[in-house]
């Protein structure tokens, strides 16, 4: 049985590359021979060769290898990220638009200072504010004044003047909207 150059050099190739099992089935196709004998036929072409004749294997770091997995992971926490930071922008724009549309009165914490009910006056009108916050130690104490900011069509719906009344959410979305979306980017450029 006889080789051809080319046959040969498409053996030495796949031989080259650590593809072995490939040089062996193109072989049994080409000759249509046995497994066996066309095992033992690259066994042969491949003693001819030289050591140096061999590719090395390129071995990439673990890290590497899962680049796709982890990109993918990046830009889904990016994407998260982003909704966090329309969540407080959407927010801030929400509440400077009511704010600009209302009037600032007083108002007086009248129960419970850790989670405070705040009495307000508008146009002659008495109105509660709940806090949907809580605190320990309490913000407020009994009977403290603090900012209302009342709005005029709806004076039951009032922000308070205050970090966590008006600001907590807004700084808690923008804070992890920008940490999700810094660690991601970050994540994504290593990778």
Do not use: C
């Amino acid at each position: 049985m006889a080789v051809s150059h080319q046959q040969k050099n498409q053996v030495n190739r796949l031989l080259k590359e650590g593809r072995k099992i490939e040089a062996v089935k193109f072989l049994r196709n080409e000759f249509r021979i046995s497994l066996k004998k066309a095992k033992i036929l690259a066994d042969a072409i491949e003693a001819e060769m030289e050591p140096s004749d061999f590719e090395r294997p390129k071995i990439t770091p673990a890290f590497k290898r899962s680049n796709k997995a982890g990109k993918t992971v990046g830009f889904i926490f990016f994407g998260i990220g982003l909704i966090f930071l329309a969540i407080a922008f959407v927010a801030f724009i929400n509440n400077q638009k009511q704010i600009e549309s209302s009037d600032l009165v007083i108002g007086v914490v009248v129960s419970n200072p850790s989670s405070p009910t705040i009495k307000y006056e508008y146009q002659g009108e008495t109105y509660y504010y709940y806090s949907s916050t809580s605190s320990s130690p309490p913000n407020y104490y009994l009977g403290e004044e603090v900012e209302v900011y009342v709005d005029s069509e709806f004076p039951q719906d009032a922000i308070v003047n205050t970090v966590t009344e008006r600001w907590f959410i807004i700084i808690l979305m923008g804070g992890m909207g920008t940490v999700f979306s810094l660690v991601s980017l970050a994540v994504i450029r290593l990778l």
